[in-house]
């Protein structure tokens, strides 16, 4: 089973930034795409970036323009820069690694947005 260890989280003031690190356990190359979700509370758990094995990206219309996701394959580890954060960002922030076998997910960051 992949590992998948995601950190960078914490609280940080309306406008600021964060850049969360999603850690495998396995090869990038092994997965078609990783990608990042979050949950806030009361809520479901909601699709924010991917990046494909081949790097293609896209993003939910809601972080468009203040998120970029990246990655380091000889670190095998995928990244989340989360710019002009808003208190509507706030939430648990998981990656989920895709393959044709199923997918993995991480236990998750915690992204605080508060004044």
């Known amino acids: 089973q992949v590992q998948l260890v995601e950190s960078g989280g914490g609280v940080v003031h309306p406008g600021g930034s964060l850049r969360l690190s999603c850690a495998s356990s396995?090869?990038?190359?092994?997965?078609?795409?990783i990608r990042w979700h979050r949950q806030a509370p009361g809520k479901e758990r909601a699709f924010v970036a991917l990046?494909?094995?081949?790097?293609?990206?896209k993003y939910d219309d809601s972080v468009k323009g203040r998120f970029t996701i990246s990655r380091d394959v000889a670190k095998k580890t995928t990244y989340l820069q989360m710019d002009t954060l808003e208190p509507d960002d706030t939430a648990r922030y998981y990656c989920?690694?895709?393959?044709?076998?199923?997918?993995?997910w991480g236990q998750g960051t915690q992204v605080t947005v508060s004044s």
């Open positions: 989920q690694a895709v393959s044709l076998l199923g997918d993995d």
């Open positions: 396995e090869s990038l190359d092994n997965f078609s795409s």
């Open positions: 990046i494909t094995h081949q790097g293609a990206i």
